[in-house]
């Protein structure tokens, strides 16, 4: 079963369906009945003839090499350890003996699958499609549009698979066909042992256009194990699953769990769609978009043990900066061209996600004129600079929602200097002008803003962390090593079941929080509200002053928060230190960075390269007072 080759639609399901129903109609069924009356219970005289028919049977069972076999209704001979139908059938002499008998036939579609029994023949890609094809789904129900789906993800998902070589192109690349290996009675050392098969060469597409070859080299070679490691490490659900975990190919990207949700920030990209990369993350986290046991998803026939375990389990949150140089690295290797250009009108611009970020962290609006100022003097605005070029030779990759939030800080600092002085000082003014003047419009109070901020923040940490230390790794689906270990997971886990059951009837169970609808804000500041007052419409005209026909601050000072910069060509800042910097600039940079579920270090590096753009000349001038005579290389 190959969804992905010669079909227009890139979704598995109907595929999966049709060959459900095809396998429905050729697979002999088998009653409850017949299993009794071929057990003796309740079956009479019958059940004895049939006992005796079926000893006379004495072929090996082609899946366990048992010899116990019964008969079904239709008089097909069935192994009764493992329930395989054969095709050879008993002679009926007469049927008087059976209108007597009284059976409870159950259709029951597909036959019982044996315990050696894996299901459908899948590949590895086409677990990464399906989990694709959810991620597209629950985009499409946060509000993207279904061409990203249809048109975008569909497009760089087969270029994806054109460049691997492993379909969509003339020759494509060869995998491993499976053959099942029949063992003896004295091989029963494990149940993993009887279900390694011989490997040959067979193509995912047959047909004389689709021949090796010689030159392309084969991407899942061959990896022999040793006799002991064979019967426990060469088991896995998909066919090439064992040969993908030791797959090794120089310029080609292995797709991982991490990379779909690249795969999909460069679609949302590409359409400019209104949801940046950490909040993509953030409906991971909310289980708004599959990633945390995504292969939950996939039909029940594709079975998932053994070495899939390590492709497709993820035990850990997806981190900012590893989704962002996996989505580079897939840019690159796809040679996508650029992308679609960032305008002043787009949502991805600075000066629309700086108004963005001010309403979410309870800021004056007044500061977006500042803002806009910022991002036009660094030229952090210009479409060259925004618009993703991955083959350009001066490649500008730029971190939208990290940039927008690193501005607001440079715009503090300007304001506020936020050295654990200046801005208590402004603090007491702008308080005591909002006493005296009850009915105007009131100044911006950062020491009030302060204690709103932080009693907000630290309610909103708490809980998320909570949530994190709550949050159940283990899935209903579990991934076994191999078929030795099923039973013991799944008796494992029904006594645990049976153990929260009777735990949470001992101290009541609680009331499951409804899940609220997905928003682009976290925090909800209402005019009116005592607990939490919004400071969006503050002034901020106790820290500015007039210059001519402009509004300048009041404030003229100003201090760099990196001013030595690496020595080497990668031109990164230098490790931020808490210790090294004000109690204001690292409670600013600690709420910032919750907001867009980063490290604080990444936040201080963007703010500090703006610094460099906006104040060159300073920059260079502290650099030249302030030469080391011995620089530690990087």
Known sequence: MIC??????????????????????????????????????????????????????????????????????????????????????????????????????????????????????????????????????????????????????????????????????????????????????????????????????????????????????????????????????????????????EWKEKGVLKMTVPRTLALCYLSLLWQRETITLSDLLRFVEEDRIPYVNAFQLFPEEMKVYGRDKGIFAVESWPDYEDIYKNMIEVAIFLDLPRFPDVTEDCYLHPNILCMKYLLELNLPEEMHSLTCQVVKMTGIGEVDFLTFDPIAKKKRTVKYDVQAVAVIVVVLKLLFLLDDKLEWSYSSLAEAYNEEHREDEPQFDFRKWYQVMKKTFDEKRQKWEEARAKYSWKTKRPIYRSHIDKSVMYKRREMVEHLQKQFSALVGSTPVAEKKDPSSFQFNWTEGDTGSPCFHGHSLQGLLRTKGQSLITKNSLYWLSTQKFCKSYCKHVTTYEESNFSLSYQFILSIFSFLLRIKTSILHEEVSLIEKKLFEKKYNESKKRSRPKKVRRH
């Open 4 to 245: 992905y080759l010669g079909v227009k639609s890139w979704g598995c399901c109907s595929v999966c369906e049709e060959v459900d129903n095809h396998a429905q109609a050729l697979v002999p069924r088998i009653s409850p009945g017949s299993r009794s009356r071929c057990l003796g219970n309740g079956g009479g005289g019958r059940a004895a003839m049939d006992l005796e028919e079926a000893k006379s049977f004495t072929e090996r069972c082609s899946q366990c090499a048992a010899v116990s076999w019964g008969l079904t209704d239709e008089g097909k001979y069935y192994c009764t350890s493992c329930h395989n139908v054969t095709d050879r059938s008993e002679e009926v002499v007469s049927t008087a003996v059976i209108t007597n008998t009284k059976i409870n036939s159950i259709s029951r579609g597909l036959r019982k699958r044996s315990k050696h029994e894996k299901g459908w023949d899948w590949y590895v890609c086409e677990g990464f499609q399906c989990i694709l094809y959810h991620q597209a789904e629950a985009l499409k129900t946060l509000g993207v549009g279904a061409e990203l789906k249809n048109e975008v993800l569909h497009n760089l998902w087969k270029r994806y698979l054109q460049k691997s070589k492993q379909a969509y192109c003339k020759n494509p690349v060869r995998t491993r066909g499976r053959k099942a290996k029949v063992l003896g009675d004295n091989l029963q050392s494990s149940d993993c042992a009887s279900e390694l098969e011989l490997l040959s060469d067979t193509t995912l597409e047959s047909g004389a256009e689709f021949q090796s070859d010689p030159q392309i080299p084969k991407p899942f070679p061959l990896v022999k194990a040793s006799p002991k490691s064979e019967a426990a490490d060469v088991c896995s659900g998909s066919v090439d699953g064992v040969e993908y975990s």
